[in-house]
């Protein structure tokens, strides 16, 4: 009887091992996230969560091409290494407690940056001075900080 116990294991271990050799490749398991769509605001939005509307000022003209901002964050639709001028004084991280705009508002143009970030933050060379920059549809009247609810 324990030679057969003994074929029957072997047989066993040759069957399980060719149904494991002959089963299909494995795959990688994808997993996807979505980020829903960007923010609608007039002069850009955060580049973090939550993502809020950032106010008149804080967002250089490098920021937009033919008056549409290329957004930040998960958004970003720029080049690869771009760098654009922010006013960082216009940021709640560094203590800007002003309006901000609501989604929805028109633009208007008088920027002053002064520092340059890539699309998640990080500061760095634009490559150009921000004095004086201007692009096509970024233009208006009005003054730094958007005239939207305080938060």
């Not at 040759?14 to 494991?20: E, M, R």
């Not at 002003?98 to 002053?112: D, L, Q, V, Y």
Request: charged share 10%.
């Amino acid at each position: 009887m324990s030679h057969w116990k003994f074929l029957a294991r072997a047989f066993g271990g040759v069957a399980l091992s060719a149904a494991l050799l002959t089963s299909g490749p494995v795959s990688p398991a994808q997993v996807g996230v979505s980020i829903g769509v960007a923010p609608v605001c007039p002069y850009g939005y955060f580049d973090y969560a939550p993502y809020n509307c950032a106010p008149y000022g804080y967002y250089g003209p490098d920021w937009f091409v033919g008056g549409v901002f290329i957004g930040a964050g998960p958004w970003f639709h720029g080049h690869p290494g771009f760098y654009g001028h922010v006013d960082n004084r216009y940021d709640p991280r560094f203590g800007y407690h002003g309006p901000f705009p609501e989604r929805g508002e028109r633009a208007f143009n008088h920027f002053h940056g002064n520092v340059a970030i890539d699309a998640h933050g990080h500061v760095g060379n634009a490559g150009h001075d921000p004095g004086g920059e201007h692009a096509a549809g970024f233009a208006g009247h009005g003054h730094p900080g958007g005239g939207g609810r305080r938060r």
